[in-house]
Nanobody, 126 residues
Framework: QVTLVESGGGSVQVGGSLRLSCAAS????????MGWFRQAPGKAREGVAA???????KYADSVKGRFTISKDNAKNTLYLQMNSLMPEDTAIYYC????????????????????WGQGTQVTVSS
């Protein structure tokens, strides 16, 4: 069984920073293919940042230059450093992973991810 647990969310003011963490456990997920998604009230879940299978990173245009995805394989933990936060970044943030031995990483498309965390709330106020 795979478990993804996010932490690090909270309330910040415009321009502030937060670092989200996602602790992964289990044996049937592919640590190469993990990503961060977010869902604001009344909106669809959207990709924020993700790893490609070659280890490169992908970002939504709205967060490029402000967010950084990283991971510590020794700790089985995925991170999302968020800087220069804006009110439109307010959402529940989820981490996601594919099943083991993925042929490709889905990137910012949510449909191919098999495992999801419970989410952590990020609220940015002006």
């Amino acid at each position: 069984q795979v478990t993804l647990v996010e932490s690090g969310g909270g309330s910040v003011q415009v321009g502030g920073s937060l670092r989200l963490s996602c602790a992964a456990s289990g044996y049937t997920y592919d640590s190469r293919c993990m990503g961060w998604f977010r869902q604001a009230p009344g909106k669809a879940r959207e990709g924020v940042a993700a790893f490609a299978i070659d280890g490169s990173t992908k970002y939504a245009d709205s967060v490029k230059g402000r967010f950084t995805i990283s991971k510590d394989n020794a700790k089985n933990t995925l991170y999302l450093q968020m800087n220069s936060l804006m009110p439109e970044d307010t959402a529940i943030y989820y981490c996601a992973a594919t099943t083991i031995r993925a042929i490709f990483c889905p990137g910012l498309s949510r449909y191919e991810y098999s495992y999801w965390g419970q989410g952590t709330q990020v609220t940015v106020s002006s």
